[in-house]
Nanobody, 123 residues
Framework: QVQLVESGGGLVQAGGSLRLSCAAS????????MGWFRQAPGKEREFVAA????????YYADSVKGRFTISRDNAKNTVYLQMNSLKPEDTAVYYC????????????????WGQGTQVTVSS
């Protein structure tokens, strides 16, 4: 049984920062691709950031590149998303996910999802 539990969301002013956490159980995250996605009201779920299968590379959506950083602590089996210089358009529910496949940017190919955490950025 794989469980992913996100935390760290909240309300922040534009220009502020938040750090999201995703605690995993049931699988060792270092053996899988872990990613972050987000979904704003009325929009499709979109890719935000992910590790490569080896963990040696990271991928980012163009909209967050240079502002967001994905990281992980293998000892804690936890993945993080540091979000800086937040903008109102970053407002969404953020999900972490795990895939047993090899495609880090494609949401339909992820096997397990967290419940999501709300991030709201005020202008």
């Amino acid at each position: 049984q794989v469980q992913l539990v996100e935390s760290g969301g909240g309300l922040v002013q534009a220009g502020g920062s938040l750090r999201l956490s995703c605690a995993a159980s049931g699988r060792t995250i270092s053996n899988y691709i872990m990613g972050w996605f987000r979904q704003a009201p009325g929009k499709e779920r979109e890719f935000v950031a992910a590790f490569s299968w080896s963990g040696s590379s990271t991928y980012y959506a163009d909209s967050v590149k240079g502002r967001f950083t994905i990281s992980r602590d293998n000892a804690k089996n936890t993945v993080y998303l540091q979000m800086n210089s937040l903008k109102p358009e970053d407002t969404a529910v953020y999900y972490c996910a795990l895939t047993t496949g090899v495609a880090p940017k494609r949401a339909p190919l992820y096997d397990y999802w967290g419940q999501g955490t709300q991030v709201t950025v005020s202008s």
